[in-house]
């Protein structure tokens, strides 16, 4: 078998050099163009994920729900941590937060205008995550349960998943908003609006998610 994956692995090597790859007519749009022209939104990324393959999309959204409520469900029979390892020098303590300020306004900036510029709801709420976790490793975790609990974060990161589906299913069967003018913040039917929704989804299921480890295991 090792011949058999060497011969394989030369013939691949010579198809790359000797033969050339297909040319592109350079006179036809390129499927970025073609994307953007269908979507109403410069950022092709965007466009195939909200609208070319928002089926799957779909489902990664509701994966990542699955999986931080399987993280609950795990955890939920062990014993809470007694110590919980957080950020005590002061220097550390500052940096960690100013880096959760300028992941936040990130985020908000990739929700807002992901559509429009290298971006979107799932980076969006990555950097949301991320500012939370900063906040949460410099932090009492009493305060950020409290917090949590206060404005009902886990309800809201429900609520998102359902209006996100909803407004999935009404462009999947063809019900959509108006593209507006290209490059406008108001533009590309659905898409910035499951933009924001993914954002606050991620955003809240990680903020979910950390609150449980250090909770269960003491850290991040």
């Given at each position: 078998m ?5 011969a ?8 790359m050099?000797v ?13 970025v163009?073609l ?19 928002l089926?799957?999309?779909?489902f990664?959204?509701?994966v990542f ?13 062990e ?18 937060r ?7 306004l ?5 929700a ?18 991320t ?22 974060a ?15 299913v ?21 898409i ?7 954002a ?20 991040l």
């Open positions: 090792k011949w058999i994956y060497l394989a692995g030369i013939a691949l090597y010579i198809k050099l033969f050339p790859n297909p040319g592109i007519d350079s006179g036809e749009l390129s499927i163009d994307v953007i022209q269908d979507t109403g939104v410069p950022n092709a990324v965007s466009g195939i994920i909200f609208r070319n393959r089926y799957d999309t779909i990664e959204v509701v729900t699955i999986a931080i409520m399987g993280v609950r469900f795990l955890l939920a029979n014993q809470p941590s007694c110590t919980i390892y957080q950020f005590t020098d002061h220097p550390s303590i500052v940096l960690a100013l880096g959760a300020t300028i992941a936040a990130v985020s908000i900036e990739l807002i205008r992901g559509h429009l510029s290298p971006g979107g709801g799932f980076a969006a709420g990555v950097a949301g995550g500012a939370i976790g900063l906040v949460a490793i410099t932090s009492s975790s009493k305060w950020m349960e409290q917090i949590y609990q206060r404005w009902q886990a309800i809201w990161e429900k609520v998102s998943v359902l209006i996100f589906i909803v407004l999935a009404l462009s999947l069967v063809g019900l959509e908003l108006p593209h507006g003018e290209l490059d406008a913040l108001v533009s590309g039917g659905w910035p609006l499951l933009n924001i929704l993914v606050v989804k991620v955003a809240l299921g990680s903020w979910a998610a950390i609150l449980v480890f250090i909770r269960y295991r003491g850290l």
